[in-house]
């Protein structure tokens, strides 16, 4: 009987551990990806000066890419507006040439966003000696993004499907239910952009984007270009709310506003995929961060912690926020998480024990559950996105460690003559990773509940494990976690790693991901090592490529980021 009770404690006590009951503060692992960043003087006249050049280099590389867009980019295959025109048509003839022009560019810009860099986090493991501001950086951001915003879509040809599924819903048809070939044909010039593998699948999106994408479709009709620019503003408009929140977010963290924008939104993920790629993950994580910002004005006070009664303000903030948020995920269900963690904030300040939890789960839960009636009954699409939401898992990504793990296995054992059972071996590691996603995410969940980490950075560490464990990870999904991170993770343990995969991830994609000759890879990216290094040797004492000699960070550290609202 003794043996039996102490079994059972060690099993609660372990348990306890496991979800991080009993975890100190200072023994939580994840915690140490943060430190409180600490102000820091303007540039001088000499650094000035140089990030007017790294500014003109981003805005150099962008400008390649937008004309080389003209060869290389996922354009329509009807509509064309520069196909068969003698100057601009010449890219598309020249596709060597072109793939050259748009892998320089890009390398160009990822080149400008990491000496941007020395500005706004410093070195490898160090402060910055001096920050550019704010508004320094908003220029910046808007001079590299404004070439993009008006060039073919680029790295994906998503936007052709979002197009066709909008279509299909103002035609009264279900896009839940059915393919652009079968709601508006093989032959129809929406259907005809689609990629094959896309052409037969439903909608896998929410109501809230096919709704939007609806009333474009009523607007723009069968004309592509204008459709395409039309959810490029979307994207846009979501960028804009990324950059809004993001430094209000980092600020309750203790994180430099500046140094947030640059990892989470000046980020060429961000350009290259949300901007130029126009995908939707951008009004995703806009309203996501947004809504989560609205939700912590309501719940935290100046000093972070917040009363334990509620006003009319703090209720009107709370509510609204949480609607934003339950919109988010009415476009990408993913972002519904983040309602668990403001509801773990919530109960903190509420009080202890299980009764504040239910009763912050049952508020928002409710509020989630009003708005997504609200979307999917008031558009008429009703909840078939619900039962679509696995639709790209037939895709086997690289970079979702369950597939890639399952694939590597597959290969293994056809290498030594047992078969190819990578199918098989898929319907074991994926759930399994979901397992464990799902595990790590209550983990998180709790660690903001119990007050070890904040909401912000909770989430972002969620998110990482979400994608990638997914089943199915594309480039820009990264950004559902490098984003939100952005704002809390400061320590080299995460920004070395994000900003090397987001530098490797941006370089190596296709600018249309479409497949090129192995010779015109080759020919294109010699051209491009050649130019790059070039450069280098040319501006080695124009640009901040070397660590500046002195002391890489203040000697007196200044008071931290305080609380913005």
Known sequence: MVGTEGARRSIVEWGRRALGLDVPPADHTIAVLHSVESEVPGLDARE???????????????????????????????????????????????QTSSLALSMIGTVLVVMAWLLLGR???GGFGSGPVHRLTRSQLDRTLLLWILPLSVAPPLYSTDVYSYLAQSEIAKRGM????????????????????????????????????????????????????IGVWAHRLLALGGVALIVWALPRLSRRCGVAGVSALWLGAANPLVL??????????????GLMLAGMEFCLRAICDDDGLGRHGFDRREWTLLIFGAVVIALSSTIKITSLITLGFVGMALARRWGKGLRPVLAAAGLLGVIALATTLFVSLASGLGFGWLFT?????????????????????????????????????????????????????????????????????ALGVSLGAIV??????????????????????????????????????????????????????????VATVVVSLSFIALTRNLLPWRKPAGVSAPSQRAAAYGISS
């Open 174 to 225: 279900d896009p839940y239910q059915v393919g652009p070939a079968q709601g508006l044909g093989v032959g129809n010039v929406l259907t005809m952009n689609v990629p094959n593998i896309w052409r037969e699948t439903p909608a896998p999106y929410g109501p809230l984007i096919l709704w939007i994408g609806r009333t474009i479709s009523h607007l723009t009709g069968d004309n592509i270009i």
């Open 389 to 457: 939401l696995n639709t790209a898992n037939v895709v086997r990504s690289w970079m979702s460690l369950p597939t890639l793990v399952g694939i590597i296995t597959g290969f293994g054992g056809v290498l030594l003559g047992l078969g190819d059972h990578t199918t098989a071996l898929l319907s074991i590691t994926r759930p399994i990773a979901l397992v464990v996603a799902a595990f790590l995410t209550l983990r998180m969940l709790i660690a903001t509940w119990t007050g070890r980490l904040p909401a912000v950075g």
């Open 119 to 121: 500005f706004a986090v």
């Open 468 to 525: 990638l464990l997914y089943p199915v990870v594309q480039p820009w999904y990264l950004l559902w976690a490098i984003v939100p991170l952005a704002a809390w993770a400061t320590t080299p343990a995460f920004r070395v790693p994000a900003v090397a995969f987001s530098a490797v991830v941006s370089v190596m994609l296709m600018p249309r991901g479409a497949d090129y000759g192995v010779f015109q890879i080759i020919e294109a990216a």
């Open 48 to 94: 000035t000066s140089q990030l007017g050049r790294i500014r003109l280099l981003g805005a150099t590389g962008t400008v390649l890419i937008g004309i080389s867009a003209l060869g290389v980019a996922a354009q329509p295959v009807l509509q064309n507006p520069v196909s068969g025109v003698r100057v601009v048509g010449v890219f598309a003839r020249w």
């Open 272 to 285: 290259f995929h949300l901007v130029a790629g126009v995908h939707n993950d951008a009004l995703m994580l």
